[in-house]
Structure formats: structure tokens, C-alpha cells
């Protein structure tokens, strides 16, 4: 097992999900809503409601990501216990689709999180891949150059061995 | 470490959205013909399973956007 080089202080102590009794906290109860269907119909009327409606293009209007926004609300009820994780993960793409309809009917400039940048690549194969493609450009850059000093070399030295030979092919050398 | 999976769903969903095989025809039983295998049974009830339910409910969603964008 790899041991991680610096310890991680901001875990919860061993032990610490035993300090509650268990089925006291709402994610240990059975879930409110336990399909899809059930899910969405709780996150709708919310989503389409006037309250939460303005509170959301506000965030989006701060340049918060709809991804976190989406994650975040599912995360919340699943800790409310209204709907299990798997219920969550499976309405994710609806809630972010969701969240775009209604900046879209709102015509609100957002970030949907979903843009393939560099700072959202999590995957460390991503990074590892960008990073060697950068080098390789960098490598390449540097034969062109190479190459090209090569190749500005040998006209150099070809024109000096012109300007030398002054005279045609039959005339007599110097 | 991952703590934000919205990303990855939507992309998922939406992949397996464009490779979705097109659904072919079944021809209905015959008396002579062969019994239909179980298999076949299974993928007629595809729009039971939560992920299909899901993919058509972005469908419409998309749907609804592209006409917002296009008005």
C-alpha cells in the first residue's frame, strides 16, 4: 500500500461515525425518494421556482461552475436523506441540463464545468499526456532550430566556396 | 481525488447517447417460428432501465434549450 508522504490531518479520528446513534442522522434512514422519477419531481418545482430561480442565476452570474451547483444540490438531499447516492449520480446530467435551461430562458452568461481545460482534468493520464505533449512541441521546436542552423551553416559555407571559385570550370586556377 | 462527478456523468451519458445502436425492427412471432430467447425480452424492456429513463429526459431537455437558443 502506498503511504501517503504527508499525513492528512483534516480526516475525521477513528471511531467518529460511532458517536452518534446509529440511524440518527438522516442518511441512515431509507431514502425519501427512491427513483428517478420521485428524485426529479422534488427538484423541479424548486428549480423552477421564482426564490430559487434568482438565488441561482446569481451564482451563475458570480462564474460558479453549473457542475458544482448540481453536485452541490444533490449532495445536500442525499445528506437530508431524500434520496440515496445512486439516485444522485443517475439525476446529476438532468440537474446540470436543468440548471443551462434556466440560464439559457434567462439569457445569463454561465460556466457549465463541462469545458475540457486544464484545470478540470482531474485524471492524472490527462495531465501526464498534456504535459508530454508539451514537451515533445518544446523537443521538436528545438531540432527545427537545430536544423535550421545546420541548414544556414551549409549555405554559408556553399556560398563562400562560390564566391572562391571565381572562374568557369575550363579556366585556368589560380 | 475526485469530489465533483457532474462532469464525468454528463460526458458518460452523453457518449453513450451518440453510440446508442440504432434499434432494428423485430419481426413479431410466428406459430413456426422459434421461441424469442430471453436476451431479446430484456432489451425490449430497455426504457425500464433508470439510465435510459434519464438519457430521454435530457433528450427533451436539450431539446428545449436548442429552441430557447434558436428563438
Known amino acids: 500500500m502506498l503511504e501517503p508522504s504527508t499525513p492528512k490531518l483534516d480526516a475525521p479520528i477513528p471511531g467518529h461515525s460511532l458517536t452518534a ?19 426529479l419531481d422534488y427538484y423541479i418545482p424548486r428549480l423552477e421556482s ?23 444540490m444533490q449532495l445536500g438531499s442525499v445528506m ?23 440560464a439559457d430562458s434567462a439569457k445569463v452568461e454561465y ?48 556560398k563562400q566556396a562560390a564566391e572562391e571559385r571565381v572562374g568557369g570550370l575550363m579556366s585556368r586556377g589560380a | 481525488m475526485l469530489t465533483n462527478p457532474s ?20 419481426t413479431s412471432n410466428t406459430l413456426m417460428g422459434p421461441p424469442k430467447k430471453q436476451m431479446t425480452k430484456a432489451k425490449d ?10 438519457a430521454s429526459y435530457l433528450d427533451t431537455i436539450r431539446a428545449k434549450r436548442e429552441e430557447i437558443k434558436n428563438a
Do not use: C
Open chain 2, 7 to 26: 462532469a464525468i456523468m454528463h460526458q458518460n451519458l452523453s457518449m453513450a447517447m451518440k453510440n446508442r445502436p440504432e434499434e432494428k425492427e423485430v
Open chain 1, 50 to 72: 421564482e426564490e430559487v430561480t434568482s438565488q441561482l442565476l446569481d451564482v451563475l452570474e458570480m462564474g460558479i461552475p453549473v457542475t458544482t451547483i448540481a453536485n452541490t
Open chain 1, 111 to 158: 460556466t457549465s464545468g463541462l469545458e475540457k481545460d486544464k484545470k478540470m482534468r482531474g485524471s492524472l493520464v490527462d495531465l501526464a499526456v498534456s504535459k508530454f505533449k508539451e514537451d515533445k512541441d518544446k523537443t521538436e521546436d528545438g531540432d527545427t532550430m537545430e536544423e535550421k542552423d545546420d541548414g544556414k551553416l551549409v549555405a554559408d559555407s556553399m
Open chain 1, 21 to 39: 446513534e446509529l440511524g440518527s442522522r438522516p442518511w441512515q434512514q431509507p431514502a425519501q425518494y427512491t427513483t428517478v422519477e420521485d428524485a
Open chain 2, 45 to 54: 424492456n430497455d426504457i425500464l432501465q433508470p439510465s435510459r429513463r434519464i
Open chain 1, 80 to 102: 437530508e436523506g431524500k434520496h440515496s447516492v445512486d439516485v444522485g449520480m443517475l439525476i446529476l446530467p438532468v440537474l446540470v441540463e436543468l440548471i443551462m435551461l434556466i
